[in-house]
């Protein structure tokens, strides 16, 4: 399904949920909160701590692959000027080892930028797990009906909205684990 459908799809679930409450609140109080899960998601010490590492691994990565591409033209060059001094078959295997280096490289890159991209999904999705389960507590806890994202909201009263509330006791709970886990 493309982003598009996703965001419609979601926009009109939090549609039909929030004509529901409001048909509800005709006969009972309903207790709404809502929360900037763009917030939550970025600014827990969790990913910003991960984000930092992942910035430095792959700006060192890139270092260091710039430092191969480098050599490797450098070496491309050098075969190049040498094409009339070499014999067909020196200059034939010396260019079959420069194709096999540089898809070496470009397998390494790959393989590096699917690490570093595991490892924020990783990250994102324990954060995501994190904020399921503080929100869902916290609902429980002051007797919310519904948590409603604010991104699916024109408008919403400050006093209705947990996201400081939720960053707080995510940060505290990832720390807590982070603790267990020795790292």
């Given amino acids: 399904m493309n982003n598009k459908k996703v965001k419609m799809m979601k926009f009109f679930a939090t549609l039909a949920t929030v004509l529901t409450l409001f048909a509800w609140s005709a006969t009972a109080e309903t207790k709404i909160a809502v929360i900037d899960m763009q917030v ?3 600014g827990t010490e969790a990913a910003q701590t991960t984000q930092n590492e992942l910035r430095l691994e792959s700006e060192k990565a890139n270092e260091r692959f710039a430092k191969m591409d480098e ?3 450098a070496r491309v060059e050098d075969l190049r000027r040498k094409k009339d001094i070499l014999s067909e078959e020196k ?3 010396e260019e079959a080892e420069l194709r096999k280096l540089y898809r070496e490289q470009q397998l390494e890159a790959q393989s590096v930028n699917e690490k570093l991209s595991r490892e924020y999904k990783r990250v994102q999705k324990q ?3 994190e904020v399921d389960s503080v929100v869902t507590k916290l609902a429980k806890e002051r007797g919310y009906d519904a948590v409603l994202r604010n991104d699916y909201l024109m408008y919403a009263a400050q006093s209705v909205d947990i996201t400081e509330e939720v960053l707080s006791r995510v940060d505290s709970n990832l720390k807590d684990k ?3 886990k020795g790292l």
């Fill in 71 to 73: 050599t490797f033209k």
């Fill in 178 to 180: 982070l603790a267990k």
């Fill in 91 to 93: 200059y034939m295997e």
């Fill in 40 to 42: 939550v998601m970025n």
């Fill in 127 to 129: 954060i995501s797990d």
